[in-house]
């Protein structure tokens, strides 16, 4: 299993639209059974996979009860491709994971889940704190969509100093420039100034996903975000295996 966060701690960059979208690229185009899992209260991934929300609040029993996390996870209308979903009880799971004084709580797990699924993706919420901090732990590679600008260098160091303070040993961080529109001269000097970063480009097809509550390649497969999401994923499966070689 090799597990991959999505994580900023900038709200709106575009987090849980990639982790949809890899998630399903991953279930149905490289056929590994995958779990995306949401850490995030709104239920975003939730949402754009069309899963309904359960009545009873639970999402927090996974995390401080000892609650078994099969319970809770969903299938979705993609096969190879479950949830787990979040809700409202887990909106002060930071200070809670914090409490519970245990570190290592979501890698062991995400090391559970390792048993039944290949890869595990986490939608993170725009918070750094304890929740980061596990996430960061468990995590084998971080995804960080930036938006472009001629600060993207800046920003990425920023996340990089951040994870760094989680303590020795963090995972590979890939940045992704997001909404790239290149008709923009600050997002094409962007582009420029990190020619090696992956793109996801600015397209009302991505922002159709939530309308859709389906991921792009359900819908618009041959589009050229579709393709950039299957080209990011092809970047992130290559990562994952010359980690794996190093070791
Ligand atoms: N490449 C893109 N092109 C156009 N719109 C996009 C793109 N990526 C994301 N969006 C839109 O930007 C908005 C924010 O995206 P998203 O919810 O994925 O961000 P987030 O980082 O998860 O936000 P939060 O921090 O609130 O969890 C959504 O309306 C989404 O449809
Ligand atoms: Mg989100």
Redesign the pocket.
Known sequence: MASIAVY?V??????????VNLAWISATISRRKTLLWDL?A?N?SGFLLGVDARKKRSADSVFLRDGDPEKLIRATAYPGLDLLPADESIRALDRQLGELGKKRRIARIAEGLGKRYERIIF?C??VLGELSAQVMRAADLVIV?LPPSPLSARAFEVVVEEVRGHGKGHPPILPVL???DLRRSLHKAAREANPAWPV?????A??L??VEQRPLGAFAPRSP?ARAMAGLWTAIEKKLASRKGDK
């Not at 996801?200 to 009302?204: E, F, G, N, Q, V």
């Open positions: 900023s900038k709200g709106g960059v575009g987090k849980t639209t990639l982790a995030d709104s975003g939608d919420p725009p969509p997001s909404m790239l996801i480009p600015l397209a009302s991505v922002e996903c939530a975000a």
